[in-house]
């Protein structure tokens, strides 16, 4: 149902290199009744998913590390990120992206995989919906090295931990990237491993 309380919205493209950042001028209706105009940006790069993989018999669960410029040019400083493995639909499901986006960047071909949530990562300015998913793996499922698509740039390294360090990394900031935060603390609440 639309919000009755907005009205009038104009959108500008600001930018269209990367993905697009648009600006949108509209009427939202106050608590008091009257209408005032608002400009808000909203960095529109698609919606994406992510996956935890986990192996409950081993008690390990397989990350990704790789360099990312946002979190360089704002205080980290190698630029380096430990993550999940995760990526823009680019028009696929959800599952179907999260599975192939786990061959490309850590090698491992699973099949089964089970959404746990959606969220919205950063509402005030960027539109994306990122669409969480776990998964167990095991050896059997490697099928490469991975390390990401050749053609995508991403460089990544691939690192399976065990969940206990895993879970401490995020007492120590080596992993402080809010999705793996998210999958770590939702296979903990529920003893996946």
């Known amino acids: 149902m639309p919000n009755n309380k907005v009205r009038n919205i104009e959108r500008e493209i600001l930018s269209d290199n990367w993905y697009t950042l648009n600006k949108?001028?509209?009427?939202?209706?106050?608590?008091?009744?009257?209408?005032?105009?608002?400009?808000?940006e909203a960095y529109d790069r698609g919606n994406g998913a992510a996956i935890l993989?986990?192996?409950?018999?081993?008690?390990?669960?397989?990350?990704?590390?790789?360099?990312?410029m946002p979190t360089y040019v704002n205080g980290n400083d190698d630029g380096m990120m430990i993550e999940v493995c995760a990526?823009?639909?680019?028009?696929?499901?959800p599952a179907d992206c999260v599975r192939k986006e786990t061959e490309e960047e850590t090698?491992?071909?699973i099949s089964n995989v089970k959404k746990v949530m959606q969220t919205y990562m950063s509402p005030g300015s960027?539109?994306?919906?990122?669409?969480?998913f776990v998964g167990e793996y095991d050896e059997s499922m490697k099928v490469s090295e991975g390390g990401g698509a050749e053609d995508e740039t991403e460089?990544?390294?691939v690192l399976e931990l065990n969940f206990e360090k895993a879970m401490?990394?995020?007492?120590?900031?080596?992993?402080?990237?809010?999705?793996?935060?998210?999958?770590?603390?939702?296979a903990k609440l529920n003893a996946l491993v």
Do not use: C, H
């Open 126 to 132: 960027v539109t994306e919906i990122l669409y969480l």
């Open 53 to 68: 993989l986990y192996n409950a018999n081993k008690g390990t669960v397989v990350l990704t590390k790789q360099f990312r």
């Open 87 to 93: 990526g823009l639909l680019d028009g696929d499901n």
């Open 155 to 157: 460089n990544i390294e």
């Open 168 to 186: 401490d990394m995020i007492n120590t900031g080596e992993i402080n990237d809010s999705k793996t935060i998210m999958l770590l603390q939702y």
């Open 107 to 109: 090698g491992y071909k």
């Open 24 to 40: 949108y001028t509209f009427e939202y209706q106050k608590p008091d009744g009257t209408w005032e105009t608002q400009q808000r």
